[in-house]
C-alpha cells in the first residue's frame, strides 16, 4: 500500500447567534456552537482546531427589574445576546 498524504487544512467562518445571563457563559456557548457547526460541516475526524479571529458584530445587553408579588424584593436581571464571526483553520484527515 502506498503512503498517502490525508491532513487536510480548510479555513472558514463561521457566523454565530447566542443568549445567555453572564456574559463569560455567553461567550462560552458561543464556542461550544461554533464548534458544533464546523463538526457538521466538515464531517470527518478533526484532528485540531486554531481560532484565528472573532469579531463581536453585535452585543446587546437587557436588563429586567423582577419583583416579587409585583411589590417586593426588586432584582435586575441581566441578559446577553452576543452576534459574532469567527475565523477558524481547521485540520481533518480525508480518507477520500
Given at each position: 500500500?502506498?503512503?498517502?498524504?490525508?491532513?487536510?487544512?480548510?479555513?472558514?467562518?463561521?457566523?454565530?447567534?447566542?443568549?445567555?445571563?453572564?456574559?463569560?457563559?455567553?461567550?462560552?456557548k458561543?464556542?461550544?456552537?461554533?464548534?458544533?457547526?464546523?463538526?457538521q460541516?466538515?464531517g470527518?475526524?478533526?484532528?485540531?482546531?486554531?481560532?484565528?479571529?472573532?469579531?463581536?458584530?453585535?452585543?446587546?445587553?437587557t436588563e429586567?427589574?423582577?419583583?416579587?408579588?409585583?411589590?417586593?424584593?426588586?432584582r435586575?436581571?441581566?441578559?446577553?445576546?452576543?452576534?459574532?464571526?469567527?475565523?477558524?483553520?481547521?485540520?481533518?484527515?480525508?480518507?477520500?
Amino acid at each position: 500500500m502506498e503512503s498517502t498524504q490525508v491532513l487536510r487544512n480548510k479555513k472558514m467562518e463561521i457566523k454565530v447567534t447566542i443568549s445567555g445571563n453572564d456574559f463569560n457563559d455567553t461567550v462560552g456557548k458561543l464556542f461550544q456552537c461554533m464548534r458544533k457547526e464546523v463538526f457538521q460541516e466538515i464531517g470527518k475526524p478533526i484532528i485540531q482546531m486554531d481560532t484565528e479571529e472573532v469579531y463581536f458584530d453585535d452585543v446587546q445587553k437587557t436588563e429586567k427589574t423582577e419583583k416579587f408579588l409585583f411589590v417586593f424584593m426588586p432584582r435586575t436581571k441581566t441578559y446577553f445576546t452576543i452576534t459574532a464571526r469567527i475565523n477558524v483553520i481547521v485540520k481533518y484527515i480525508d480518507l477520500e
